[in-house]
């Protein structure tokens, strides 16, 4: 589908419907309980995300946009000019904004999102910020198969954009190659602009995910909310808390939902009992070491990395290469 000259294109690739039953079934017969951390986001979860970004104790979004807004001109230095710029996600255009105002001659904006409705008001504001900007809106999952268009105007090379340390919520085999599918879409020598969290202390952190005001417990506990509403699951959502702790051996947050008393929860016709004090875990943020990140993203060079003063988070541009049999990335290059 595509819309009028000059509008915003949409390149519908009709991610399968999210069966929010068989994907909580699926991780609450686990043991421990689990629940998918995309739960989260549906338009109360969204608005509750927003509201965290701008907590005290949540640090990631304020500092990364602060790197963003410092850096700005090494970072369109090394991403350079005629890029097709391709968001993983584009929820929150703010970051989006400040390398769009900053990037030389832009070929092309491509927005990759799951939600329809909130990829086209962003593509369509993006649009109507840059009128001469070909905006490419790419509704699909991510995290699957998805294939970028080409540009109309021939771009120097494709850049993605993954702000916001997403790449925290996938577990380290996942980000591993979640990261390979990401160089192969960009291509030797194409780049990726990603935020990625960092290790800091445990008060911090485990703050930034239990608020003094209790918004984040509300995100948490609207992951029950939300299974009642779509799938008519029957939580008592008031017998569940909120908790943040910081896994030391894995180098993650966890955040779990705590059963307060011994209980029982019905969803689409299957029972799952709860021992109290029993946990479903909802969410990991994995939280790396520069030297650790650099050894997941093993399909690129880190060309650069930005943080704050106080090393709290990091913005890095890499670069794809070859990385096959062991030969030397230069000679294949050459050779190809
Ligand atoms: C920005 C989606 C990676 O782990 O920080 C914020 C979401 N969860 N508070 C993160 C989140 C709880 C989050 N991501």
Redesign the pocket.
Known sequence: MSVGAGAVEIIDLEPAAADLATDAIAGLVATPKTLPCKLFYDKRGSEL?DR?CTLPE?Y?TRTEIGILHDRIAAIVDVVGPNVQLVELGSGSSEKTRILLDALRDPVAYAPIDISREQLLESADRIHRAYPSLQVQAVCADYTGSFSVPEPRRPPARRVAFFP???I??FHEREARHFLRRIARIVGVGGGLLIGV?LRKSEETLVAA?DDAMGV?AE?NLNALHRLNREVGADFVVDQFEHRSIWNRELGR?E?HLVSRVEQSVEIAGRRFDFAAGEAIRT?S?YKYDLEQFAAIADEFRVERVWCDAERNFSVQYLVAECEVDGASPGRLVGSS
């Open positions: 995300f965290i949540y990631p916001g340390s997403t925290g919520n969290d995910y984040t995100f947050i955040m969410e943020a």
